[in-house]
């Protein structure tokens, strides 16, 4: 069983930065893409951006791209998601999640974590 949890969600300032990280579970990290999700309140899911298995490759959605970094550390189980320019319209839950990259370059989780809030005031 793989499970992921989250941390370094919290209350920042527009303009400043937030590094979340996922600690994965198991043996087989390094097998699964891992990518991040977010969801704000009243609204869907949406995913944010997504790094493949050997970290070679990284894909964002538009609303973060040039703002956001994501990494990982395949001797360490974990995946970072760094966190630039934050705007309030950043605010919301994210997810860290571990699966396949799509054709689309987005990610087809077949793992989820707990969420972790992030709010940027204005």
């Known amino acids: 069983q793989v499970q992921l949890v989250e941390s370094g969600g919290g ?8 590094r979340l990280s996922c600690v994965v579970s198991g043996r087989t990290f390094s097998r699964y893409a891992m990518g991040w999700f977010r969801q704000a309140r009243g609204k869907e899911r949406e995913f944010v951006s997504t790094i493949s298995s050997s970290g070679g490759s990284t894909f964002f959605a538009d609303s973060v791209k040039g703002r956001f970094t994501i990494s990982r ?3 360490k189980n974990t995946v970072y998601l760094q966190m630039n320019s934050l705007k309030p319209e950043d605010t919301a839950v994210y997810y860290c999640a ?3 990259i799509t054709p689309r370059y987005t990610l087809r989780a077949d793992y ?3 969420g972790t809030q992030v709010t940027v005031s204005s």
């Open 112 to 114: 989820w974590g707990q």
């Open 73 to 75: 550390d395949n001797a």
């Open 98 to 100: 571990a699966g396949t």
């Open 11 to 18: 209350l920042v300032q527009a303009g400043g930065s937030l």
